[in-house]
């Protein structure tokens, strides 16, 4: 009995770098998504929120580094990306948040 997620819980926030920047001259977006969010749920919440047209969907599964600060070393978490590509026409201005 799987729980239907919302897409506010699919889509956790706008990656906003310089490499996000870049492939938005290529109608992509990028997204933190949750992890175990899946292609076809992740483009339902992208067209659900934004009332974009999705044409393609390609996710990345960043395995957490360990880090070091002031001798002190944590775990960082796992990340799940989802770079969006949409269909010619649409866009998405990740700078006004959801």
Same mark, same amino acid.
């Given at each position: ?35 175990? &969010?899946?292609?076809?749920?992740? @483009?339902? +919440? !992208?067209?659900? %929120? ?6 393609? $969907?390609? #996710? ?13 070393? &944590?775990?960082?978490?796992?990340? @799940?990306? +989802? !770079?969006?590509? %949409? ?6 201005? $990740?700078? #006004?948040?959801?």
């Amino acid at each position: 009995m799987s729980k239907k997620k919302d897409a506010h819980d699919v889509i956790r926030a706008p990656v906003i770098t310089e490499k996000s920047t870049l492939v938005s001259e290529h109608n992509q977006v990028i997204f933190k998504v949750a992890r175990d &969010a899946t292609k076809p749920e992740i @483009k339902a +919440a !992208v067209e659900k %929120l934004f009332n974009v047209k999705v044409k393609a $969907v390609n #996710t990345q599964l960043r395995k957490g580094k360990m880090k070091t600060f002031r001798n002190i070393r &944590a775990l960082q978490s796992d990340v @799940k990306r +989802a !770079v969006v590509t %949409l269909e010619e026409g649409h866009s998405i201005d $990740v700078t #006004t948040g959801l």
